[in-house]
């Protein structure tokens, strides 16, 4: 790093500032989000929740030291106007931050965004699942569409789901004999400044006065689409701008206004089971691919994930901001909206329509209809006659006291008779085939087909019979 000639940063009218406002809501058993943001610099941290039952870690105490390690950092950089060769600012308040945060022991896990402004350039630092976007005006009185999506960072680059690079220092687990402990030991991830340059995404991007930039947890993301976010956008700042003079307001306002509409919005979205979000359309894709590697191998839970429907409960943090040409006049530590909130209500259909019409329920995805048979054309014939009529109610009034016949007094009755009859009729030719089989091997010749096949079978069982066929041999013989 370089030192410069005056410790006094001198600003141009070319250099912008952010007019920033900050809003959370936690989840339950959550409230691990912490944030800073100076008019310079703007910064986001995501406690992970998941270490909170590791014995000495505080998910909440580590992200929180590691944004005021990052604001004390910023703050000595942009006052002695340091500046590194090979990387953004960004890079190095972050560099800087977690530096401080390793010498204080702390153990728990985060992730970290941070964005710091200098001329009309805003350096983009990122180590997670985290994100910054940058929304410009399209013309004077256009809508605010998205210019710049920062770029997310993972421990395993060829699976991106749920998996984001982290800031940690959390003991191993070791296996024992009866039951698996943690050891005394924690080390700290990145351990290097080499594997820290590797999870850490750098970016600059350039701005303009009226910029809209929005910072949020992945609570945020996980929750609301891009598009959606731009229509929530739009629709604030028209109501923010509304009856004033050149369709313009209060930087301040616009930014309370935005960052209060996104996290109840995010929030809504997060407790809803029968909508799509951006996290169950990932977590789709990554069961799909999963099942289809392993097969019939897949376990229960990675086959329900390929069906999963509903937002992310998650802690919800968003830092808006405006950027302007001037400091604000308001002090940026003393706004009574600022901070956590307490979860809103949820809201009814209508409202929820009203919020965000483009959201997708479960119960509008329906599958496509079968294609049907045409219907007959209806023939159009003239009306029938008085004697017509009369002769169709005697039709009608004979079919009614027929009798019906036998097997068809009852549907299921009648089907059951005929089966009934087929089956005894059926059974009756196989016994009588069998029959006869057993008496051809009872008798040394077949019976006579000439005969009828009651004295056949009077000639094998009646013994008189035999014996005048043997006499009669005998006396043709003599």
Same mark, same amino acid.
């Given at each position: ?286 069961? !799909? ?8 191998? =897949?376990? $229960? %839970?990675? /086959?329900?994930? *390929?069906? #999963? &429907? ?24 003393? !706004? ?8 809103? =209500?949820? $809201? %009814?259909? /209508?409202?929820? *329509?009203? #919020? &965000? ?122």
């Amino acid at each position: 790093m370089e030192k410069a000639a005056s410790s006094v940063l001198h600003r141009s009218p070319a250099e912008l500032l952010l007019c920033p406002s900050a809003r959370v809501i936690s989840k339950q058993n959550g409230g691990h989000d912490s944030y800073f943001h100076p008019t310079t610099a703007m910064g986001v941290y995501d406690g992970v929740s998941g270490v909170a039952g590791v014995p000495g870690c505080d998910p909440k105490a580590f992200s929180s030291r590691l944004a005021m390690e990052c604001n004390k950092a910023e703050k000595h950089i942009t006052e002695a106007g340091y500046q590194s060769k090979t990387h953004t600012r960004a890079a190095t308040v972050l560099s800087e931050g977690i530096s401080g945060l390793r010498s204080s022991g702390l153990r728990g896990s985060t992730t970290a965004v941070l964005c710091t402004v200098h001329g009309t350039n805003l350096d983009v630092a990122c180590i997670g699942d985290s994100r910054v976007s940058v929304y410009r005006r399209e013309g004077e009185r256009g809508k605010f569409v998205e210019i710049y999506r920062s770029r997310t960072t993972h421990f395993r680059p060829h699976d991106t789901f749920n998996c984001p690079a982290q800031v940690s220092r959390v003991p191993w687990e070791v296996p024992g004999r009866y039951h698996t402990h943690w050891s005394r030991d924690a080390p700290f991830a990145p351990a290097t400044p080499e594997s820290l340059r590797e999870l850490m995404s750098e970016e600059t991007v350039r701005i303009r006065v009226g910029d809209i930039v929005v910072m949020g947890s992945d609570g945020l993301w996980d929750n609301l689409f891009q598009h959606q976010v731009a229509r929530i956008i739009n629709s604030t700042h028209t109501a923010a701008t509304r009856g004033t003079r050149s369709n313009s307001s209060s930087p301040i306002a616009v930014s309370e206004a935005v960052s209060d509409a996104l996290v109840k919005a995010a929030y809504q979205c997060s407790i809803m089971r029968d909508i799509l979000s951006p996290f169950t359309l990932e977590a789709r894709a990554h069961a !799909r691919r999963e099942v289809a590697k392993m097969g019939l191998s =897949a376990p $229960l %839970g990675l /086959r329900q994930d *390929a069906s #999963m &429907l509903g937002g992310k409960p998650d802690d919800i943090t968003c830092v808006a901001a405006v950027c302007v040409g001037e400091r604000p006049a308001i002090d940026m530590a003393v !706004r009574c909206k600022e901070g956590e909130i307490a979860p809103p =209500a949820q $809201l %009814g259909p /209508r409202e929820i *329509a009203k #919020m &965000l019409p483009d959201l997708v329920y479960l119960s509008n995805i329906r599958p496509a209809p079968l294609p049907t048979r045409p219907a007959p054309p209806t023939l159009h014939t003239a009306p029938p006659t008085p004697r017509q009529q009369q002769q169709q109610q005697q039709l009608q009034h004979q079919g009614q006291h027929q009798e019906p016949q036998s097997g068809q007094e009852d549907g299921a009755g009648g089907w059951q008779g005929v089966g009934a009859a087929v089956v005894g009729e059926l059974s009756g030719i196989v016994a009588s085939a069998v029959s006869r089989f057993w008496r051809m091997l009872r008798t040394d010749s077949p019976p006579p087909t000439s005969s009828p096949a009651g004295e056949g079978r009077k000639r094998k069982h009646d013994p008189t019979a035999h014996n005048t066929t043997d006499q009669r041999a005998k006396k043709a013989r003599v």
